[in-house]
């Protein structure tokens, strides 16, 4: 007869309620260690996607996911001529927020390398890849756009003509593929009546100029689109993304390269490294003092009620005590008793978790290791939590069966 699990059926209701509470909490920690696990991926994941060997951004910067990075387009071709260099492409990246159907609407958009890139690296769930460097674009499932699909951004609309999963940027936003032509007309987009005004305000500069004031004519430029001044290059993108060929040695390219004194590089691991270091270190710090403060409220719930069942059974373990059990006998009924009340209370967190997580609006990603790490936590606190009672039911007399 195992008097841990006859003692259990005796007060089932108090046991399950227990457990399910305990199930509950440990929901919680799991789905904290879940959700670093998600912001983690949802940061690296562009860095791990693209597969690009070098990146090449503005100097003395940390990158256009860690910081705002702003280089001339040319750099692309500067990049190639590097010898060791196969391929090099150019990547803009911001985040906008529209309204639509009434309602805000929040993406990061990303702009492909076109002809080079046009989407391949993409994980389609539906559509097709961009066929033109114009008015297409590829989004993420969770922005709610469908095939087919027309979106306003800008001065131009733009048809969703593929969708993709799990392509979601450091903030949670989904991620909206576009060519880089697209990409720079969206972020650059200004009002018509800002357009007005600047070119008046050209215009009313110039005519204190003295240059300007000898040759008339050069006030008409004033009145030109700023794409078409000559003074005025071409709008910036936010990196290189640079691919080397094989056998090419990377630090001495990543050396070549650094010597430019307008741009700074990074290879593919230490540009992730500055992200995690940076943007999800304070997110890591806060969710793991979380965790910590929710494992020592379980503990403590897990100590006090394991406690209550040993008060309850007092007569039992002096009448054990009585007739001669040995101690080993009630320490191993309460330490099994906290063992199933932590094993219920995982199975519980883990069951209920699987059909919770999805509904979060942001990734909450289960690895075999966190749960192997937050299994053994249980098995830990389970044990310590028993040690109150077993401290308790060593204390009791076989006398007190009499009383």
């Not at 929040?106 to 391949?120: E, F, Y």
């Not at 033109?132 to 969770?142: G, K, R």
């Not at 307008?262 to 943007?279: I, K, P, Q």
């Not at 830990?380 to 009499?402: D, F, Q």
Request: with cysteine; aromatic share 6%; net charge neutral.
């Amino acid at each position: 007869m195992n008097l841990a699990t006859k003692d259990i059926r005796r007060s089932l209701g108090r046991f399950a309620l227990t457990a399910v509470g305990i199930g509950m909490l440990l929901m919680v920690v799991m789905g904290m260690g879940g959700i670093y696990r998600g912001i983690v991926e949802d940061a690296t994941l562009l860095i791990d996607r693209v597969g690009a060997d070098l990146w090449i951004v503005q100097r003395d910067t940390r990158g256009p996911f860690a910081e705002q990075s702003r280089v001339p387009s040319n750099l692309v071709y500067r990049a190639a001529a590097v010898p060791g260099v196969q391929s090099s492409r150019e990547f803009v990246y911001h985040t906008i927020q529209r309204e639509r159907d009434g309602r805000p609407l929040r993406m990061a958009v990303l702009g492909l390398s076109w002809p080079t890139d046009k989407g391949q690296w993409l994980p389609l769930t539906s559509g097709r890849l961009l066929r033109q460097a114009h008015y297409e674009m590829i989004a993420d499932e969770t922005l709610g756009l469908i095939v087919g699909e027309q979106i306003r951004l800008g001065k131009e609309s733009y048809c969703v003509v593929g969708t993709t999963s799990n392509m979601i940027s450091s903030g949670g936003d989904g991620i909206a593929f576009f060519s880089v032509a697209d990409a720079q007309a969206i972020q650059f987009d200004v009002a018509g009546e800002s357009v007005r005004l600047e070119r008046a305000a050209r215009d009313s500069r110039g005519e204190n100029f003295e240059v300007a004031i000898q040759q008339p004519m050069m006030l008409d430029n004033a009145w030109r689109p700023t794409s078409q001044l000559p003074a005025i290059g071409p709008p910036q993108i936010s990196a290189v993304m640079v691919t080397l060929s094989p056998g090419a040695e990377v630090n001495q390219i990543k050396e070549t390269i650094s010597g430019w004194g307008d741009v700074s590089v990074f290879t593919a691991e230490g540009e992730r490294e500055l992200l995690l270091t940076g943007n999800v270190e304070k997110v890591r710090r806060q969710i793991g003092l979380f965790r910590a403060l929710l494992t020592l409220i379980a503990a403590i719930i897990m100590a006090l009620i394991l406690y209550t069942l040993t008060l309850d059974k007092i007569h039992s373990i002096a009448l054990l005590k009585l007739i001669g059990a040995p101690n080993t006998v009630i320490l191993g009924m309460i330490l099994q008793q906290a063992l199933i009340l932590g094993g219920a209370g995982f199975g519980i967190a883990y069951l209920v978790g699987g059909q919770l997580f999805p509904m979060f609006p942001r990734r909450v990603i289960l690895s075999d290791e966190d749960l192997m790490q937050l299994a053994v936590i249980v098995v830990a606190i389970s044990v310590l939590s028993s040690m109150l009672g077993i401290w308790k039911a060593m204390k009791v007399s076989p006398n007190e069966a009499l009383a």
